[in-house]
């Protein structure tokens, strides 16, 4: 047994962080914000970078790395909340491709992502105030040659700088993840309304099909794709987790550098034990986090019998967690930390969203619950 | 990153597993055997096991081989401590001179004091006690006074310990003295090795919050050691000190054994009902214990990170990771299994639901002893992330 990370493993991540930094760092997500769509540049660069290429298969043009692997490079990217459907292609995407993809979906698919002239997303809420699977109710109705869809789906990111978007419809009525088929379809087809959210970093939108005819865009079996589906959804969770430590990490070096240079009753804040020991408990969390998610990572890749509760673990103790480390971290800069300028708020306001994005920490505790009592 | 044993691993697992049912007391593993009540006995009993132990070749794993150890690299030790946690054996008598005085023996002693006190400690005939506290002094360390005065061929010692743990039944003290008053207060710090059995030294039992005796006052009137016990040099005991304390927060790490609690926990309310229903299938109990689950596996993995990182010789202070992060959250399971007694939380000893209620107290000594959770925070900030030191420094 061994919990450390290669060398090589290491270098990657350094060279993400370098990269990143040089492209401006957190100012990519702040240009975001301000309503700039830099999608398309920062996957250009990370493509040169090869990037893309990470999560896929070696017989479609990528470097065939597992789920850890790719974490290293979401936690640097979570560094500096860097925009993009990273996750949602890379995390998400690709390995459903790989799994349920007809010979011709993987070789039209797959190395255009590896090349990074494709970028992927998901639409799986119909509804955003229920969550999932429940919230999955779209039907799809068979057609002569493929499918029609019908209605909306919400709260999908990043749907207008896209090519694909994964969409879980039933085709069979069913609750859970029964009867669910998943189609990856062009979202240009569908009208898209851009939604005013919490994390602007990551603009969502609303989906609207209108009985839009798709052929050759079912992703696996028919009425079976839950199974699969529900991996993914692990599989972006993860990411998405890997994110937030990097997020974290990157919150514990502001603290602590704010902390050595703001004075007040003329000494270094970070003297103060209400002061340091806060950012204690914030590196405290930061590690269990981490270990949480590479662990969740590894076992998925690995397949590992534990590894559904092991996703859990980790998305309840990060979204949770990670939420209140932030707060701190803007508190520990006084009023500094609630203004725009300063980067704090970014960070919370991705944790907050994603709190209850693929699962509140309670449903998760349900279903660590589930497996463990 | 590979969470997989070796074959080599699982054969060491199997020789401890395999020796841990052949020579536990019996009746142990199945729950039915406790350490007697009356004192005298269980002191008996466990010097018994102490003797076994030793004799199979366990006192001491992480020893080297000629002082009675096996030399195990970190990943037999962890394997071993796994196994310890799955069958939760008597506790050792010698823990405190296995964990704590043998290191420091081995790391500053001269060959004459290895030779003279390792292998005895790790048989049980010889206990010890370890006199840091003093009435003014517990996380100040350096502000000791218990004066050691050199008289040529001994010290002369004078002054008060406390809080000492064993210090009535212990035959040796290692203390820290001090030697030098003049100088920075780091610097005059000495260790000695002490004789407990002379006119000298006296103890006193201090009754705990669990209404056990095992730690002490101790006072010292003109005791005496010969200057051969001095350990490292004189005036140079903050050394030996602060490397005792690293020893002590790797021992000190948990999270294994807060996975057996766990699952107690579990069983418990499995059986326990209320209204008819187990405790088991309500909501908010079974997404608290979700909770602790996932705050175990965080300690747990972290455990296995910083295990990892040493192996790969990288010692980081990252070791007061687990003091803190388990002891808090041993500090909420143990809350919790009271709260989870219901009515009959009420009541002490074996009729204490799930023994719960004695288990919440004894955990609140593991947040004081060995440096406190405040003292922690301080290291991790100031040692870990270099945040600026305290006035007090
Ligand atoms: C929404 C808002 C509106 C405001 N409106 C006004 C206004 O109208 N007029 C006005 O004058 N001010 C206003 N303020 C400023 C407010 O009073 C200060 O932000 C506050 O006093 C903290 O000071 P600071 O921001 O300089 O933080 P700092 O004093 O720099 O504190 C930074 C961190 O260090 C901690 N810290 C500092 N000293 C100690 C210590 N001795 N012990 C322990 N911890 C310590 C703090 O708790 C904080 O976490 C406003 C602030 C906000 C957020
Ligand atoms: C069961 C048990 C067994 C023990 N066994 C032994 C033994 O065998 N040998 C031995 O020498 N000692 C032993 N001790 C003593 C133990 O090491 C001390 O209790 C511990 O170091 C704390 O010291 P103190 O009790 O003097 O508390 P104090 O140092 O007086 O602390 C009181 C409170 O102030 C806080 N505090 C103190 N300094 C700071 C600071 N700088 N910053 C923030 N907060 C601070 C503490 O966290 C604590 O909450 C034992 C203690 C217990 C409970």
């Known amino acids: 047994m061994d919990f450390t990370l290669s060398d090589e493993q290491t270098q990657m991540q350094e060279s993400v962080r370098d990269y990143l930094e040089s492209e401006g760092g957190i100012e990519l997500a702040r240009r975001q914000m301000d309503g700039e769509d830099v999608v398309g540049e920062v996957w250009d660069g990370l493509a040169e970078m090869d990037y893309p290429a990470l999560s896929v298969p070696l017989e479609y043009g990528g470097l065939g790395d597992d789920l850890l692997y790719l974490s290293l490079l979401f936690e640097e990217a979570g560094r500096v909340a860097l925009p993009g459907p990273l996750p949602e292609t890379l995390g998400f995407t690709v390995p459903l491709l790989a799994e349920l993809g007809t010979d011709e979906q993987k070789g039209q698919f797959l190395p255009a992502i590896a090349d990074g002239d494709l970028r992927a997303s998901v639409a799986l809420y119909d509804d955003a105030t229920e969550s999932l699977p429940e919230a999955i109710r779209m039907e799809a109705e068979p057609t002569d040659d493929g499918y029609r869809l019908d209605g909306t789906k919400t709260l999908v990111p990043y749907a207008e700088s896209v090519d694909r978007v994964v969409v879980p419809a039933r085709t069979r009525q069913d609750t859970g993840y029964g009867g669910i088929t998943l189609f990856f379809v062009d979202p240009a087809a569908a009208e898209a309304e851009q939604l005013d959210t919490l994390d602007k970093t990551r603009p969502l939108y609303e989906l609207t099909f209108d009985g839009v005819e798709v052929s050759g865009a079912r992703l696996g079996p028919v009425d079976g794709g839950g199974d699969a589906l529900e991996r993914a959804i692990d599989r972006l969770n993860v990411s998405m987790c890997a994110m937030l430590v990097g997020g974290a990490d990157e919150a514990v070096d502001r603290s602590v550098e704010y902390g050595k240079q703001r004075e007040q009753f003329d000494k270094p804040i970070g003297q103060f034990q209400a002061v340091k020991h806060r950012i204690a408990d914030m590196w405290l969390d930061t590690e269990a986090a981490r270990s949480l998610t590479y662990y969740a990572a590894w076992a998925i890749a690995n397949d590992e019998e534990d590894a559904r509760r092991a996703v859990s673990a980790a998305t309840a103790y990060c979204t949770e967690h990670c939420g209140e480390l932030f707060e701190d971290d803007i508190f520990n800069h006084g009023a500094t930390g609630y203004t725009w300028d300063h980067d704090g708020h970014i960070f919370l306001k991705q944790a907050k969203t994603w709190a209850n994005l693929l699962g509140s920490p309670t449903e998760h505790r349900r279903r660590i619950a589930d497996i463990r009592l | ?393």
Not at chain 2, 30 to 41: F, T
Not at chain 2, 79 to 84: D, G, N, P, R, S
Not at chain 2, 316 to 345: M, N, Q, T
């Open chain 2, 1 to 393: 990153m590979n969470f997989d044993y070796t074959d080599e691993q699982e054969a060491f697992r199997r020789e401890i597993r395999e020796w841990y049912e052949e020579n536990l007391p019996d009746g142990w593993i199945d729950g039915e055997r406790d350490l007697p009540d009356d004192e005298d006995e269980r002191e008996q009993f466990l010097r018994e096991w102490q003797r076994k132990l030793h004799e199979g070749g366990w006192a001491a794993i992480h020893w080297p081989e000629e002082y009675g150890g096996r030399d195990a690299s970190l990943m037999q030790q962890l394997i071993y401590q796994q196994e310890k946690a799955r069958v939760n054996p008597p506790p050792e008598r010698s823990e405190i001179g296995v964990d704590l005085v043998g290191p420091a023996i081995e790391g500053f002693g001269t060959e004459e004091q290895k030779e003279r006190y390792l292998p005895k400690i790790l048989s049980g005939e010889e206990l010890w006690c370890i006199g840091y506290s003093e009435p003014d002094v517990g996380s100040d360390l350096a502000s000791l006074q218990c004066k050691a005065v050199d008289e040529g061929d001994h010290f002369r010692i004078n002054g008060q310990k406390i809080w000492t743990t064993h210090a009535h039944k212990a035959d040796w003290c290692y203390m820290f003295t001090r030697t030098d008053n003049s100088g920075p207060k780091h610097h005059g710090i000495t260790a000695l090795i002490v004789d407990m059995d002379q006119e000298g030294v006296t103890t006193d039992r201090i009754r705990q919050i669990t209404d056990e005796r095992e730690f002490n006052q101790v006072y010292f009137d003109d005791a005496t050691t010969p200057k051969e016990n001095v350990l490292n040099e004189v005036d140079e005991g903050w050394e030996v000190a602060m490397r005792q304390l690293s020893f002590e927060r790797i021992s000190l790490s948990q999270s294994l054994d807060l996975e057996r609690r766990f699952d107690e926990l579990v069983e418990f309310c499995k059986n326990e009902t209320r209204g008819g229903t187990p405790l088991v299938e309500d909501p908010h109990v079974r997404e608290k214990l979700a909770e602790f689950d996932t705050r175990i596996q965080a300690a747990k993995l972290t455990y296995f990170r910083n295990v990892s990182k040493q192996m790969n010789g990288d010692l980081g202070a990252e070791a007061s990771f687990g003091k803190l992060y388990d002891s808090e959250i041993a500090a909420d399971l143990h809350r919790f299994r009271v709260k989870l007694g219901g009515p009959k939380a009420a009541l002490w000893g074996d009729d204490s639901p799930n023994g719960a209620a004695k288990d919440s107290l004894a955990n609140i000594s593991i947040r004081i002893g060995g440096g406190t959770s405040d003292i922690q925070r301080n290291i991790i900030g100031e040692r870990v992330l270099g945040l600026p030191k305290g006035d007090q420094e």
